[in-house]
């Protein structure tokens, strides 16, 4: 009988799914901003791990911030820009 009725049970309408291909494209990662032993560093982690040189990156900052413990005063002088 269970089978009965889910047979005439109507479908329910799901939406489209949402396709994970269409993501914008990013600026690459500014490796030659950094000091060169850190861009060292993070191209030949990202090349080890097969990884994007951003996640390489990101993790070198994060270290980097971590080590500082807010001993360190950091000044921007303008958004998006890089004097390398």
């Known amino acids: 009988m269970g089978r009965a009725l889910l047979g005439t049970a109507p479908e329910p309408a ?7 291909t269409d993501r914008r494209s990013l600026r690459p990662f500014p490796a030659a901003c950094l000091p060169g032993w850190l861009a ?4 030949a982690v990202a090349e080890f791990t097969q990884t994007p040189i ?4 990101c993790i070198a ?3 980097l ?3 500082a413990g807010g001993r360190a005063e950091v000044q921007i002088s303008s ?3 890089c004097r390398c």
């Open 61 to 63: 900052l994060a270290a």
């Open 79 to 81: 958004p998006g820009e």
């Open 54 to 57: 951003a996640l390489a990156g």
């Open 40 to 43: 060292g560093m993070v191209s």
């Open 14 to 20: 799901w939406p489209d799914p949402i396709s994970l």
């Open 65 to 67: 911030t971590t080590a």
